[in-house]
Each structure stands twice: as C-alpha cells, then as structure tokens.
C-alpha cells in the first residue's frame, strides 16, 4: 500500500512569518511530486509540482525534495492570511506505464494568524 | 486561463439511481481523471483514461462506476446504481504530460 503521510495540522503561524509543511512517502519508485492548496468546500489546486532533489522556488513558494529520506516539504515566505488552507502533498508513481494516478496525504490545514 | 469544468456543482439523487457527472477538460490535455473526496477525507483516486481507454482504475471503481469520452470534449463519470457511500466531492483532472493534473470545481454528490 503506498502511503502519503503528513501531520493534519491545524498549523498556525504569523502573518508575515514562514511556513513549513512536511510530507513523506513509501513508495521509492515515486518519481513526481506535488503541492496542492484547498481552501474548504473547494478543489484541489496545484501550486508547485518537483521532480529532482533539492529546491525549486516560485514565488513565495519553495519546494524541497529528499528522495533518500523520502521526504518532500514546501516553505511559504511572508505568509498571508489567504494563505490559510489545508496544503495536500500528492505522489505520482510513473514507473509503470499506465501506474499514473496521484495519491493524496490527508492534508495539513494552514491557518495563517493576522 | 484554461481551465476544467465539470457540471452540476451540486447533484443530488435517490439510492438506486443512476447518475451522470460531466466534466469538460483542459482542451490540449490528453490523460483524464476522476477523483473522489469524502467529507473529511483524502482525495482518492478512481480512474485514469487516455486514448479512449481506461489506463488505470481503483479497487473503489467498480462495476456500477463507467467513464465515456462522447465527444471530442465530454468526459463523463456514471454511478449506475447509486448508494449512499457514493455521496462525495468528485473531481475531474485533465493533464498534458501525464504527470501534472489540474483540478476542476467537482460535482458534490448526496444520495439519499
């Protein structure tokens, strides 16, 4: 069974302050990874997707990948408060053709403190 | 923007049922979705479809679960018979390359 885990939250942190949001996954063979923002009531909408180790900014937005330690994070710089949402890390496992669907963590819920 | 569209925002049924959910895709994407949320729950995969087929489907898409492409924009999600472990969001993506899936609004359905 593939797994996605990331701690529900809430998380609160202060206006202007960093975010951090942590996810880790079991399948090695995932290959394609992504951030996902849903404000309640709404759909998932793809904020930053990483393929290779390291870090891949835009914007306020940096994502980090850890393939070793199975870890992918996202950093939110100069948080706002329309940045209060619930952050969904997706896993793509491309390894097998036709093996294409993404597979949800349960999602942390950001709320952002004015 | 393109975006991907589904109809109606919000359906609402008698067990036993049958339902259509209709989505129009990003018009350039190739690979389509259909996903799946319970009320406090993880989005959950259900199918993929590219070239007229379906590529990959969940345990969760059963018999009573069909997709069609009808025309050369449609994608649409039938529950034949429907229960009330179907109430749910459901969310259509549509991606280019197979990997990077954009969402649409989903269709809330509530079987009674």
């Known amino acids: 069974q593939k797994e996605v885990e990331q701690n529900s939250g809430p998380l609160s942190v202060p206006e202007g302050a960093i975010a951090s949001l942590n996810c880790t996954y079991s399948?090695?063979?995932?290959?394609?990874f992504f951030w996902y923002r849903q404000y309640s009531g709404k759909s998932p909408e793809l904020i930053m997707f990483?393929?290779?180790?390291g870090d891949k900014e835009d914007g306020r937005f940096t994502a980090q990948l850890n393939k070793a330690s199975q870890y992918v994070s996202l950093l939110i710089r100069d948080s706002q408060p329309s940045d209060s949402a619930t952050y969904l890390c997706?896993?793509?496992?491309?390894?097998?053709?036709?093996?294409?669907?993404?597979?949800f963590g349960t999602g942390t819920r950001l709320t952002i403190i004015p | 923007e393109p975006e991907v569209t589904q109809t109606p925002s919000h359906q609402v049924t008698q067990m036993g049922q049958e339902v259509i959910l209709r989505c129009v895709p990003i018009?350039?994407?190739?690979?389509f979705y259909w996903y799946r949320q319970i009320l406090g729950q993880k989005v959950e995969f259900l199918v993929s479809?590219?070239?007229?087929?379906?590529?990959?489907k969940s345990e969760i898409f059963d018999d009573q679960f069909s997709v069609e492409r009808p025309d050369g924009s449609n994608f649409t999600l039938k529950i034949r018979s429907t229960k009330l472990e179907d109430s749910a969001m459901y969310f259509c993506?549509?991606?280019?390359?197979?990997?990077?899936?954009?969402f649409g609004p989903g269709t809330r359905l509530t079987v009674l």
């Open positions: 993506a549509s991606s280019w390359d197979r990997s990077t899936q954009y």
């Open positions: 399948d090695r063979g995932s290959q394609s």
């Open positions: 990483i393929y290779s180790n």
């Open positions: 997706a896993v793509n496992n491309e390894s097998n053709f036709g093996n294409e669907k993404l597979t």
């Open positions: 018009s350039n994407h190739l690979y």
């Open positions: 479809f590219y070239n007229n087929e379906i590529s990959e």
